[in-house]
């Protein structure tokens, strides 16, 4: 799981906590898991955990029948529609324009003939020294140093008068 992910899922579930904080919950947060132990007095205790890849999604356990468990996971679902919407409204972040001002670019090459710029540079041996640096920590990667300038600054200008 990527580390963003994860973060993100961790939003979800302190949401989700807090949301049941309002209700009268106690949440509890379980160490180095994607877990909260949900308590409440009079009532059975659940465990509110994100269950990774086929699953991939929120579950409330023991699984049972139980009104108060459907009712807490309704409240749960809500909670979720709700933080899920919220994100669809938010403005994507947009890529960053490239530098040009630094020329000599590391680029990693990907699969399907992409590419990522890694690192940008004034001079080509400070960005060769960067590839080797790079080479020696990440082998299985392949990085390139090429000269890269905008497409515009390419074309030549021709202000040559017809007669």
Same mark, same amino acid.
């Given at each position: 799981?990527?580390?963003?992910?994860?973060? $993100?899922?961790?939003?979800?579930?302190?949401?989700?906590?807090?949301?049941?904080?309002?209700?009268? %919950?106690?949440?509890?947060?379980?160490?180095?898991? @994607?877990?909260?132990?949900?308590?409440?007095?009079?009532?059975?205790? %659940?465990?509110?955990? !994100?269950?990774?890849?086929?699953?991939?999604? !929120?579950?409330?356990?023991?699984?049972?029948?139980?009104?108060?468990?459907?009712?807490?996971?309704?409240?749960?679902?809500?909670?979720?529609?709700?933080? $899920?919407?919220?994100?669809?409204?938010?403005?994507?972040?947009?890529?960053?324009?490239?530098? %040009?001002?630094?020329?000599?670019?590391?680029?990693? @090459?990907?699969?399907?003939?992409?590419? %990522?710029?890694?690192?940008?540079?004034?001079?080509?041996? #400070?960005?060769? #020294?960067?590839?080797?640096?790079?080479?020696?920590?990440?082998?299985?990667?392949?990085?390139?140093?090429?000269?890269?300038?905008?497409?515009?600054?390419?074309?030549?200008?021709?202000?040559?008068?017809?007669?």
């Amino acid at each position: 799981m990527k580390h963003s992910d994860w973060l $993100r899922l961790q939003s979800e579930g302190e949401s989700i906590c807090a949301t049941m904080r309002q209700q009268g %919950y106690l949440c509890r947060k379980q160490t180095r898991h @994607l877990s909260w132990k949900l308590c409440k007095e009079g009532q059975e205790d %659940y465990v509110l955990t !994100w269950l990774p890849t086929p699953i991939s999604n !929120w579950t409330l356990m023991p699984n049972d029948t139980s009104p108060q468990r459907e009712q807490l996971w309704q409240l749960i679902e809500r909670t979720l529609t709700s933080i $899920r919407e919220e994100v669809m409204k938010m403005p994507k972040r947009t890529s960053q324009a490239e530098d %040009y001002s630094r020329p000599w670019a590391i680029i990693r @090459l990907l699969p399907e003939a992409r590419r %990522y710029t890694v690192a940008r540079f004034f001079h080509r041996q #400070d960005a060769e #020294d960067h590839r080797r640096f790079l080479n020696r920590f990440m082998p299985a990667a392949e990085f390139e140093v090429l000269f890269d300038v905008p497409n515009e600054q390419l074309q030549p200008t021709t202000n040559q008068k017809d007669d």
